[in-house]
């Protein structure tokens, strides 16, 4: 089996344990397992061949759940639909930032987000979700999930209600809580949700058969550098891996990670429902895992000048960025305590509506105008109409979407030029 043992997945010198950006470039591959090859190649292949039999009956009997794994018993390779080495070091890689003991990777955001939903959700079970999230969250949770039997019940994120609380006790009239699912920052407002809130409310669900809700924690706007869901109780982190993991606008693919109690279900799920990613964009995101961290950072900091320039802007009416919180903003202790940086996407909304915003939009020359975040180039886009657009006018006025906001994610290029092209757009306005 390609795979190296567990033994060469060295994460200590000595006892000196390794930081994730250096295990980015070798956790889980040898080289002497591949022809010598320094990376990891592309195993560009649909099925592998057994070495006997018996290794085969071995193998599938792990694969379906057929009886435990054995002490030190490594999984099989069976067929790409199933695991493959690329998307086996992969999730053992990103495992590592987010200090998760498991990990699946699939071929987009909203692959990740439905296979965990339809893997814990059952017919009668209530869903609670916070406001806003990505508008394909909105779509599966508000028209796909209510025709399997499945209810929600919505909460806001930052200063946005209804209330948590409020929204637990709605819930518990309508059925069992299976999950709590949280995107914080949301998507586009950057509102906040206490994680560690949130996971302390699951607890107290526990019911006198063991089981209690599950938290769910899209990750994707500040990314494992910058928040650590697991670290404050989430069950699930997910991710849509297209963002600031991939960074270079070029795959599409998402991940899921958490202990192996919670992750075996899901990779269960995986399996049947065929959302698994393909080997070149696994080796494709072990390239952008080695440069993760330089990008991020990076941006992080463009991202700061960029957010000053506007909110000094006479034409910019508000700026949601996270760096900007202050001392007596009900978020800046929840912020303090569960981020470790702003992050390099915001929102800001402009004096007027929509016409003034594509006024702004269209004259871009530098920024793209496109949607997603997290690439090397900046890009703006304009929830209410593209990103969020499936949501009534009504919720999206809710959730504090207006037709004046527009998201920009800020990229690599040097923050001077980003500015120079804001303002000769913002003269439109």
């Known amino acids: ?32 397992f591949s022809e010598g090859s320094v990376k ?23 694969a379906y759940g057929l009886r435990e794994q054995r002490p030190a018993e490594e999984p099989g390779l069976i067929y790409s639909r199933v695991n493959n080495p690329d998307l ?22 909203m692959a990740a987000i439905s296979t965990t939903m339809f893997s814990v959700l059952r017919p009668g079970d209530v869903l609670l979700v916070s406001a806003p999230v990505y508008g394909g969250t909105e779509f599966l949770v508000e028209n796909i999930l209510p025709q399997f039997g499945i209810q929600r019940v919505w909460f806001g994120s930052g200063n946005l209600g209804p209330p948590l609380d409020d929204a637990v006790k709605l819930g518990q009239s309508l059925g069992r809580i299976g999950m709590i699912y949280l995107e914080t920052p949301a998507n586009p407002t950057n509102g906040l949700v206490d994680i560690a809130r949130c996971a302390e409310i699951a607890r107290s669900l526990t019911d006198a058969k063991g089981r209690r809700p599950l938290v769910a924690v899209d990750n994707t706007f500040l990314g494992p550098l910058w928040q650590r869901p697991l670290q404050h109780g989430a069950d699930f982190v997910v991710y849509s891996l297209t963002k600031y993991v991939g960074g270079h606008s070029d795959l599409i693919a998402g991940a899921c990670l958490g202990t192996e109690d919670v992750i075996a279900p899901v990779r269960g799920m995986r399996t049947i429902l065929g959302t698994i990613s393909d080997p070149h964009t696994c080796w494709l995101l072990m390239r952008s895992l080695e440069t993760m961290k330089l990008r991020m950072t990076s941006a992080m900091k463009n991202a700061r000048y960029v957010a000053e320039f506007l909110a000094d802007h006479p034409k910019v009416k508000t700026v949601r960025y996270l760096g900007f919180l202050a ?17 390099s996407t915001f929102s800001f909304e402009i004096h007027g509506g929509e016409a003034e915003a594509f006024r702004l939009l269209n004259r871009l020359q530098v920024v793209k105008l496109a949607v997603s975040l997290g690439g090397t180039e900046s890009l703006m886009e304009h929830p209410a109409t593209m990103t969020h657009s499936d949501i009534p006018p009504e ?22 030029d980003v500015i120079a092209d804001l303002a000769q757009a913002l003269e439109a306005v």
């Open 395 to 416: 919720r999206q006025a809710e959730m504090g979407i207006t037709p004046a906001m527009v998201r920009i994610s800020v990229g690599l290029e040097h923050p001077s």
């Open 327 to 343: 001392q007596g903003d009900p978020e800046y202790d929840l912020y303090q305590r569960q981020c470790q940086s702003p992050g």
């Open 88 to 109: 086996e070091i992969l999730e053992d890689r990103l495992g590592l930032w987010d200090e998760a003991e498991s990990g699946l990777v699939f071929s987009s955001g």
């Open 40 to 62: 990891c190649p592309v195993f560009q292949t649909s099925t592998f061949a057994f070495k006997t039999a018996e290794d085969g009956k071995s193998f599938f009997e792990l």
């Open 1 to 32: 089996m390609f795979q190296p043992p567990k033994k060469y997945r060295h994460r200590d010198i000595n006892g000196h344990l390794l930081k994730p950006e250096t295990l980015m470039m070798s956790y889980g591959y040898d080289p002497q």
